[in-house]
Nanobody, 127 residues
């Protein structure tokens, strides 16, 4: 069983940047991964997806051009570089691992298709 631990969240002013990390322990990052976020009073929202090799990525429209998902399998670490942050990006950010090899958007954008989750890291963007 893999354990996923996120870090890198914090308080930042609008326009600022943060880099989130998600480190796997117990075994390596052997599967496709995703980032999700959940704002207060809202459901869990898909942010970005990356295939095991890193060659296939997808970012939800609201973060395209600002956020970049990446991974370093040698370091068992998933990243989310967040630039030009906006107050509406405020949320708890979660990394997750999917044991499915399906690469359709409908599949990997659905939180129900992920098998392991981290505990989350808070990102707060002030205006």
């Amino acid at each position: 069983q893999v354990q996923l631990v996120e870090s890198g969240g914090g308080l930042v002013q609008a326009g600022g940047s943060l880099r989130l990390s998600c480190v796997a322990s117990g075994r390596g990052l052997n599967y496709p991964m995703g980032w999700f976020r959940q704002a207060p009073g809202k459901g869990r929202e898909f942010v970005a997806f990356i295939s095991w090799s890193g060659t296939n990525t997808h970012h939800t429209d609201s973060v395209k051009g600002r956020f970049t998902i990446s991974r370093d399998n040698n370091k068992n670490t998933l990243y989310l570089q967040m630039n030009s942050l906006k107050p509406e990006d405020t949320a708890v950010y979660y990394c997750a691992e999917s044991h499915s090899l399906t690469t359709s958007y409908d599949h990997y954008s659905d939180a129900r298709n992920y098998d392991s989750w981290g505990q989350g890291t808070q990102v707060t963007v002030s205006s």
